[in-house]
């Protein structure tokens, strides 16, 4: 019986000390975004037993805060929580679409107390906590101009009215990528953009980013017709094998329908449409016309691709060129009809010498054969 007792005592020392060892290895870091954005913070921790994370949202302050514990799917939803066991316990909450009143203190806390889920025990010996702020600022006020441009458009410029917190800085972006040459460190709340002879053919989605507690942007949408473009104008194929034709476009706004179309030798023109001969692929900025056993006769010619937006639409063309898999043969075919005639021909000139030179012809003749075949 005591030999039981020290072994309750030490499981129970040793259960002590581990649970103990419950850590942070990162704590969630403060986040400032604006409203209509998403926010989201992590954690993690180790221990063992592997501990349980959860996460809380705090309001007010000591003594009269409020604590609320949230879960996946809270506030209609916008609440997204993703967390995994491992060697470690990760956790991630996100909030979507985020308005002011998200603003505030959010809390982390783990524990791998067996009773850290009564309600009967006083919470804050049970668990590690961990917080950090969300700032949630306003939609500024970022006037554009113009509104919406197109390619006589030449400048593009913002104008940030009365920003909540200092202007640290700004810069433009198209497409998401940032132009680099458009870094600033100014402090004024305007900046302009001159566009350049490729963004005018090209076009894009242009924003200005002033760098304050936040990032805050506005775009500007220089719309244009699409630019189509086949990267190779010329395919050759062997007769029965597949021809690949591809063209492709990066203009703004992107294409919302490609189509392809074939003319032959003749001048004869048809649309193209899927079935067990055309497979076409189409892909945001692409498109691509496959051709299962082309026949040199029949699919040889011209096939050009149509790309069309809000703004018109542009085409290019591609010539195909079908092999037929004789054509090898030709060269090789010419060079034995040399042969025969060249034969023909010593034979005839010959014939009238003396039988005694018959030998010497056949073995000149046979030499000229072997070396016309050499070549």
Wanted: hydrophobic share 35%; aromatic share 10%.
């Amino acid at each position: 019986m005591a030999l039981l007792w020290v072994f309750g005592a030490v499981m129970v020392c040793f259960y002590q000390v581990t649970s103990e060892t419950v850590s942070f290895i990162k704590s969630p870091m403060s986040q400032t975004t604006v409203s209509g954005r998403s926010a989201g913070l992590h954690c993690e921790v180790v221990g063992f037993p592997l501990p349980e994370v959860q996460w809380w949202y705090v309001e007010e302050e000591e003594p009269e805060e409020t604590i609320t514990q949230l879960f996946d799917g809270a506030r209609m939803d916008r609440v997204q929580i993703h967390t995994t066991y491992n060697t470690h316990a990760a956790s991630t909450i996100r909030i979507l679409n985020v308005t002011l009143n998200d603003s505030g203190t959010y809390e982390c806390r783990a524990s791998n107390d067996p009773e850290r889920n009564a309600l009967r025990k006083t919470l804050k010996v049970k668990w590690i906590r961990s917080q950090a702020n969300i700032f949630v600022f306003e939609q500024p006020n970022i006037l554009t101009e113009p509104k919406e441009a197109n390619i006589t458009t030449e400048v593009l410029s913002c104008n940030f009215t009365e920003p909540q917190t200092p202007i640290k800085g700004h810069h433009w972006t198209r497409n998401g990528n940032v132009i680099e040459e458009t870094r600033s460190t100014s402090t004024v709340g305007f900046t302009q953009y001159k566009v350049d002879k490729t963004d005018i053919k090209f076009g894009g989605a242009f924003s200005c980013v002033f760098i304050a507690a936040t990032e805050f942007n506005e775009s500007i949408k220089l719309s244009v017709v699409p630019h189509v473009v086949a990267p190779k104008h010329n395919e050759h194929v062997t007769e029965n094998d597949k021809a690949v034709l591809m063209c492709e476009s990066s203009t703004y706004p992107p294409i919302d329908k490609w189509r392809w179309s074939f003319t032959d030798d003749s001048k004869n023109k048809k649309d193209i449409t899927e079935d067990e001969k055309y497979i076409i692929k189409i892909e945001p900025n692409k498109t691509t016309l496959y051709i299962n056993n082309p026949a040199s006769n029949m699919d040889s010619g011209s096939y050009t691709c149509h790309g069309s937006n809000d703004m018109g639409e542009f085409s290019d063309d591609i010539t195909l060129r079908v092999r037929s898999r004789l054509a090898a043969l030709w060269p090789f075919l010419g060079i034995v009809v040399e042969v025969i005639v060249l034969v023909t021909i010593i034979f005839i000139f010959e014939k009238r010498r003396k039988p005694e030179d018959l030998g010497d012809v056949i073995k000149n003749t046979c030499w000229i054969g072997v070396v016309s075949l050499m070549k």
